[in-house]
């Protein structure tokens, strides 16, 4: 019994080793010598063929040539009883038969477009210490930088500047397909000097006859000063006094001077439009004296009407 079955083992190894060593066809140019072969066989086979009809076997010959070779070794290999290295060398075959598979003309990269760039500032005038808006775009760019004072930027933003004076800044931007550039220009002026200010005042001075309340035309002009005053600068406001010398009663007097201070009230209403409400009229009769009423010099300055329009400030 022991002796079947050891006859049964021998011819299954004798069966196996047929398998691999004996004759049956050819294999990448090597005659086969075995029933059956490896699955590798015919998949480098397959891969093989389709390189040749693809369109890169005109592109790649030799690749194709060098995969057939190698597919010839590791047939080789195989009926030599080297297993793993027919197994490495139709996997090599393989790869560079799906090399040549894909080979073709080379195509030519597209040149890099060249940069643009553009650069401006809002508002393009200051005022010393004021400041503007500088704003930047480009295309085609990798890096940017603006001077003076700024450096490198992104390639496209805006910032605030304060330039001390007049200043051309300069954009500069640059990528694979070369450099470009920009400019602007930010003209800063000096500021105006502050303006100085300067009080005016208006004042007025009429004399009279004696016993009289009338105007004499040589006082007409500083009237219409005033009315040319008081027309510029509609806030000011006014009083106008009226006096008297000591010639006759107090009560008279009084009364003389009231008429001396209305009669200049109603001609800067009547003949210059002066708005009543911005005037009025008071008399004091004989109790001002400016001057000494013992001479006809002293009294000549007492028999008058005054008046004192506040001062305004304005600005030259």
């Known amino acids: ?11 299954i190894l004798i069966l196996s080793l047929c398998t691999s060593c004996t004759m049956y066809r050819q294999y990448f140019g090597v005659e086969n010598r ?87 500032v809002s508002p393009a005038s200051v005022t010393k210490g004021q400041s503007a808006n500088l704003s930047w775009s480009s295309q085609n760019a990798s890096k940017c930088n603006i001077q003076p004072d700024i450096g490198p930027v992104e390639c496209q933003g805006s910032m605030t500047i304060t330039p001390a004076a007049d200043t051309t800044y300069t954009l500069t931007c640059s990528g694979g397909g070369g450099k470009a550039t920009s400019e602007t220009n930010v003209a800063v002026t000096n500021p105006p000097p502050a303006p100085t200010k300067e009080e005016l005042c208006m004042t007025l001075n009429i004399e ?13 002009g ?13 806030q000011v406001k006014g009083t106008i006094e009226g006096n008297t010398d000591n010639v006759g009663t107090a009560k008279y007097n009084l009364k003389l001077s009231q008429r001396r201070a209305e009669v200049v009230v109603k001609l800067l209403v009547d003949k210059y439009g002066i708005d009543k409400s911005r005037l009025s009229a008071k008399g004091y009769g004989l109790t001002k004296p400016i001057a000494d009423n013992k001479t006809p010099e ?10 004192n329009f506040g001062c305004v400030t304005v600005e030259k």
């Open 34 to 120: 075995a029933q059956v072969v490896p699955s590798d066989f015919d998949e480098t086979e397959a891969v093989l063929a389709r390189a040749e009809n693809s369109p890169g076997a005109k592109y790649c010959p030799d690749k194709i040539a060098q995969a057939k070779a190698l597919a010839h070794e590791g047939a080789e290999a195989y009926w030599a009883c080297r297993n793993t290295e027919s197994h490495k060398l139709l996997a090599e075959a393989r790869r560079m038969a799906e090399e040549a598979e894909h080979c073709g003309p080379q195509a030519v990269p597209a040149p890099e477009k060249s940069p643009e760039c553009n650069l401006g």
């Open 298 to 307: 002293g009294r000549q300055k007492n028999r008058r009407t005054m008046a």
């Open 1 to 11: 019994m022991k002796k079947i079955v050891f006859l049964y083992g021998l011819m």
């Open 208 to 220: 009279y006859d004696t016993d009289k309340a009338t105007i004499k035309p040589a006082y007409f």
């Open 222 to 234: 500083e009237v219409e000063k005033v009315a040319d005053f008081m027309k510029k600068y509609p």
